[in-house]
């Protein structure tokens, strides 16, 4: 039997080259070889944006669009709604006794990130919700409701999936074996750089290219990116190594990128000759992305269908794990016990 992969996103905005670098261009790979479930996951981005929800659903079928654009193939994954399995929310409940407060703000992935809201609401904390410290357990319930083996995650999110390995042990040791602990699964790009240099690229920040910009924005972003800030002049020589547009050459395999490089060394190659051949390069590998966008926009029913097959599959396995997990915790008060 195959084994069970699951991993989810939230649906904040669409999908750029961090997210299909880092995380997505693993997850095509995987989905020949496991049983892969991708949570879309709107109650986790609720959290965050519990006072915007127009934000998230707009991007529920957006992300969905994106996500097959980019690959996925549904034929072979289930894209499903998070919101639509109860099941998660049941086990987010039952789990929550199993964590104490003080485990979870010490969880580095919430403690960074509430050092974050601190530093940009400037205030002491207390606008930090019950619902976002408690986040990694509902993360913790989206991964064993689909008894996922494999969690394909980048780096940051590690101390989460460390967190439900915490609550699987604890769960297991006191109400017997019932729930599979899971595996991360790091991507190897983990983190792509932004065109600003910036180390990571992230919508919050505003350094990302978006699968579904237009040309227009492509091409204002790649003109504007860092390149080697000791290059003055147009034919002085430089360090593709510092530099964003070599960095996006080497990103897209440019089959060209010898040339680049050593040209760039050379001071043989301006930096605004070398960005629009980076542009072209671009616009080329996007090429196949933004037809299948194009077609799924156009076919929004079909895209609607692939999510409710995708929920329909997970909502199953949902419902096996929720009668075992009631089982050991005794409160399947209706059913024969053998
Ligand atoms: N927290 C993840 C992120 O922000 C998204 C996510 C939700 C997730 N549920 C998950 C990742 C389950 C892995 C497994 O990127």
Known sequence: MKKTILTGIR????????????????????????????????????????????????????????LLAAGLDSEKVHIFLQSEIKE?????????????????????????EIAQKKALFGNDGESVTYGFVGYPVSQAADITA????????????????????EIVRKFN?????TLKEPEPYLSENARIKGLDGKEKMGKSLGNAIYLKDSDEELKK????????????????????????????HKLIKNDNIKTVCSECKAGKR?????????????????????????????HIDEVKKILQDGTSCAREKAENTMKDVKKSMKIDYFEERG
């Open 11 to 66: 649906p904040t905005g669409n999908l750029h080259f961090g997210h299909l670098f880092g995380a997505v261009s693993n997850w095509i790979k995987l989905q020949d070889d496991y049983d892969t479930f991708i949570e879309i996951a709107d109650v986790q981005a609720l959290t965050d944006n519990f006072n915007n929800p127009e934000k998230v659903r707009d991007h529920v079928l957006e992300l969905t669009i994106d």
């Open 88 to 112: 998660i929310a049941e086990l987010t409940v039952f789990y929550s006794n199993l964590v104490t407060m003080a485990r979870l703000y010490r969880n580095p992935t919430v403690k960074t």
């Open 146 to 165: 689909l008894q996922g083996d494999l969690v394909p995650v980048g780096e940051d999110q590690l101390p989460l999936i460390e967190q439900c390995r």
């Open 173 to 177: 040791h006191i109400y017997g074996e």
């Open 221 to 248: 972003k790649i003109m504007g990116a860092v390149t080697d800030p000791k290059k003055i002049k147009k034919d002085d020589k430089a360090d593709p190594e510092v530099c964003m547009v070599y960095y996006y």
């Open 270 to 298: 301006g930096c605004v000759f070398c960005k629009q051949e980076l542009y072209q390069k671009m616009l080329e590998y996007l090429k196949p992305f933004k037809e299948k966008r194009k077609y799924y926009e156009e």
